[in-house]
C-alpha cells in the first residue's frame, strides 16, 4: 500500500469568525492511501485549540510510515497508524478515513453500508454565520436561504445585536455557539435572553475549564446545551452529564470513525443528544462524517460550504438536507478543475 500526502488550502468565502479566533483560510493535509487501483482519501484538519498543527503532521510524514506493499488486514494498519500518529487526533482520522475508503471501494460497497447504516440522512444541517462584519449580516442570510437551520457564532461584545439583527430577517431556528466565550454570569443572562427567539440549542457556553459552572447554568436554562470544546472523546462523557444535554462529536476532534461511534455508544447510555459538527474542511472530510450521519439528531456538516475551493465532489445538500453519494467507498470524485492538483 502506498502513502501519499500533500497541504491544500482552504480559502474561506467570507473571513471564518469564532469568539477567539478569524481566518481567511485554513491549511489541510490531504492523506492518500494506494493499492491494487483504488485509491482512498482522508484530510486532516487540525485545530489549534487542542494543540494539533500541521508541521506536526508533516513532520511524521516526512519521517516515512511504512506500510505493508500488500494490505489484506486493515486492524494491522490502524496499529501502525496508531503508533506513527502519537496523540494528534485530526491526523489520526485523516489516515482512517483513507483506509477505510479504499477498504469499502475495495469491497464494493458505501462506507456506511460498512457500518450497516441507512444511506438517508432525516435531520437537515445548519449552516454557520461566523463572527464577521454586522453589516454583512443580511448578505450572508441571503446566502444561507438553502438552509433550514443557522447556526450563529457567539461570544462576542454585540451578542444581543447580531441576533436581533438576524431576527429581522430571518425567523428560521438558530443554534448559538459561544465557543466558551461566556462567563456564567453571562451565560445564564444570554440563556434568559434567547429563549424566546426561536433558539434550538446552545453549544460550548463556557470555557472547557469551567465544567464545574455547568450543573448552575443548566438549572437556568430552558434552551439544551451541547458541550463541544468539552467532549473531545468518549471518556470525556461521563462528567458532562450534569451540566449538558448532548455532545458535538466532530471527526477531527476525536480521532476517528472508531472513536466517532464508541462516542454515539456511550452518549446513548447517558441519555445524552448527539450532534455531529466539523472543522472547515473539504467534502473528504465532511464526507467521510456524512457516512456517519443517520445517528445524529443533530447535525452541523458545513464546513465545506465555507470555502471557495473545494476540490472534491462528495455529500451534497438538497432542500437543506444532506445527501450521500451513492457510489463505493466516501464516494468522492475529483472536480474537473482540479484534475491536474490531486491523484484523483
Ligand atoms: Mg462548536
Not at 44 to 69: F, V
Not at 102 to 108: H, L, R, Y
Given at each position: 500500500m502506498r502513502l501519499s500526502y500533500?497541504?491544500?488550502r482552504l480559502k474561506c468565502i467570507h473571513p471564518f469568525g469564532i469568539s477567539r479566533s478569524s481566518y481567511d483560510y485554513y491549511d489541510r493535509v490531504f492523506i492518500y492511501l494506494e493499492q491494487d487501483g483504488f485509491?482512498?482519501?482522508?484530510?486532516?484538519?487540525?485545530?489549534?485549540?487542542?494543540?494539533?498543527?500541521?508541521?506536526?503532521?508533516?513532520?511524521?510524514?516526512?519521517?516515512?510510515?511504512?506500510?505493508?506493499?500488500n494490505v489484506t488486514n486493515i486492524d494491522e494498519i490502524i496499529e501502525i497508524f496508531d503508533r506513527h500518529t502519537i496523540n494528534i487526533k485530526s491526523f489520526r482520522s485523516a489516515c482512517l478515513n483513507a483506509l477505510f475508503d479504499?477498504?469499502?471501494?475495495?469491497?464494493?460497497i458505501p462506507l456506511h453500508e460498512y457500518y450497516n447504516y441507512s444511506s438517508t440522512i432525516s435531520q437537515p444541517t445548519s449552516f454557520t454565520i461566523a463572527i464577521g462584519n454586522i453589516n454583512e449580516l443580511e448578505k450572508k442570510i441571503e446566502e444561507a436561504k438553502e438552509y433550514k437551520i443557522l447556526k450563529v457564532k457567539l461570544g462576542t461584545s454585540q451578542d444581543k445585536e447580531i441576533i436581533s439583527i438576524i431576527r429581522k430577517y430571518t425567523d428560521k431556528p438558530i443554534r448559538v455557539d459561544a465557543n466558551e466565550g461566556w462567563d456564567l454570569e453571562t451565560a445564564i443572562k444570554m440563556t434568559e435572553w434567547l429563549s424566546d427567539k426561536n433558539i434550538e440549542l446552545i453549544e460550548q457556553p463556557l470555557p472547557a475549564d469551567d465544567i464545574g459552572k455547568m450543573g448552575e447554568l443548566k438549572n437556568h436554562s430552558s434552551l439544551p446545551l451541547i458541550a463541544d470544546e468539552n467532549c473531545r472523546t468518549a471518556i470525556d462523557i461521563e462528567k458532562l452529564v450534569k451540566g449538558f444535554d448532548g455532545i458535538n462529536i466532530k471527526l477531527a476532534k476525536c480521532g476517528g470513525v472508531d472513536e466517532a461511534l464508541r462516542m454515539i455508544e456511550t452518549a446513548k447510555q447517558y441519555n445524552l443528544k448527539v450532534m455531529f459538527g466539523c472543522m472547515v474542511e473539504s467534502s473528504i472530510g465532511i464526507t467521510a462524517l456524512g457516512q456517519l450521519a443517520s445517528q445524529a439528531e443533530y447535525l452541523d456538516l458545513d464546513g465545506n460550504l465555507m470555502i471557495k475551493n473545494d476540490p472534491y465532489n462528495g455529500l451534497r445538500i438538497v432542500n437543506g438536507f444532506p445527501v450521500l453519494p451513492e457510489d463505493k467507498g466516501l464516494g468522492l470524485s475529483l472536480k474537473y478543475d482540479y484534475q491536474n492538483e490531486f491523484p484523483e
Open positions: 500533500t497541504t491544500y485509491i482512498g482519501r482522508g484530510e486532516a484538519a487540525p485545530s489549534e485549540r487542542y494543540n494539533e498543527s500541521i508541521p506536526q503532521i508533516l513532520e511524521i510524514l516526512k519521517s516515512h510510515i511504512t506500510l505493508p506493499k479504499w477498504w469499502t471501494q475495495q469491497n464494493n
